[in-house]
């Protein structure tokens, strides 16, 4: 069962910001929202993640909704390597499991 | 580079060999887990090791058989394989099972049987 959704694909501009959106609306009050993403051939990598509040590290920013039914996960200053499979996960702080979808096809273009 | 790592990184092997793909992580986590994933297909869970003890086995054919021997090791042996186990193999580890830690991901092993 999809926890989560994101479009399927997006470009987006070297240099501009990329705002990724993901759908969650059955997420619980104990599930947080992980973000990973995968350059082509290569394990997936840790981004971010968040409860509630926006969070902010040297990759990127997570900002989460009031209602927490939806986030965005925007990369402040695309570049081409950022050009990944986005995953948007909900995890509960009780469950080690990461569960894949599909996930978001980023392309940055120059 | 992750801390977690790989070997090797393609792997060519036909239906009747035996091989083995290794994991290797020093940044002192207790929970290691094996990742299969096919062509345009999402991530699969596999294995899981927590503490040496694997807590979890997702219906993987035993033709596939994992080992850790310590905490910073992780086997995956491989037997009798039939083409469509042809995938890329993640390797990650994490803190520990329970606790929403990061996991962190090894590059995978490109496996093609033939």
């Known amino acids: 069962d999809a926890k989560t959704t994101q479009p399927p694909s997006m470009d987006c501009a070297e240099g501009r910001a990329a705002n990724l959106p993901c759908n969650h609306s059955?997420?619980?009050?104990?599930?947080?929202v992980y973000w990973y993403r995968q350059i082509h051939s290569q394990g997936p990598q840790y981004i971010i993640h968040?409860?509630?509040n926006n969070e902010t590290n040297e990759m990127a920013s997570l900002i989460i909704t009031e209602d927490r039914k939806s986030s965005t996960l925007i990369l402040p200053h695309a570049t081409l390597r950022d050009t990944a499979v986005y995953y948007c996960?909900?995890?509960?702080?009780?469950?080690?499991?990461?569960?894949f979808g599909a996930g978001t096809t980023v392309t940055v273009r120059a | 580079e992750t801390g977690v790592t790989q070997t090797p990184r393609h792997l060519v092997m036909g239906m009747t060999n035996k091989k083995s793909l290794k994991c290797e992580q020093h940044l002192g986590h207790n929970a290691m887990y094996w990742y299969k994933q096919s062509a345009k297909k999402p991530l699969e869970l596999m294995f899981v090791y927590s503490l040496e003890e694997r807590v979890e086995n997702n219906s993987v054919p035993s033709r596939f058989s994992p080992e850790c021997p310590n905490s910073s090791h992780l086997f995956l042996h491989l037997h009798t394989l039939q083409p469509e186990d042809s995938a890329l193999y993640l390797c990650a580890s994490s803190a520990d099972r329970a606790r929403h830690t990061e996991a962190f991901f090894g590059q995978g092993t490109r496996l093609t049987v033939v």
């Open positions: 059955t997420i619980s009050g104990n599930e947080y």
């Open positions: 996960i909900v995890r509960s702080s009780n469950d080690y499991k990461l569960s």
């Open positions: 968040g409860l509630k």
